[in-house]
């Protein structure tokens, strides 16, 4: 099954880099999903949850704006202020 390379930087440092199934993020215009394969696109991101899917393993990041970038090497998130949320 084909996978999504992610990752996940704040000014401070890389807070998370794999490759996975799923990203959900909240957009200025409105939460999206990012699976492997998606089309390219950027956008703005406001304050809200980052969801990482991969498998039966989910993890939870809280940010605080920032952008996305979906490419055809993967999907980063360049976020303002981020942390890791305990699942």
Do not use: C, W, Y
């Not at 090497?73 to 981020?82: M, P, S």
């Amino acid at each position: 099954m084909a996978k999504l390379h992610f990752s996940l930087v704040a000014p401070e440092r890389e807070l998370f880099s794999a490759d996975v199934d799923q990203v959900d993020a909240p957009g200025t215009e409105g939460d999206f999903g990012v699976l492997p394969n998606h089309a390219p696109f950027m956008t703005t991101l406001r304050e809200g949850r980052v969801t990482v899917r991969d498998g039966a393993t989910v993890k939870l990041f809280d940010i605080q704006g920032g952008f996305a970038d979906v490419g055809p090497d993967g999907f980063t998130i360049l976020a303002e202020h981020a942390v890791e949320v305990a699942s």
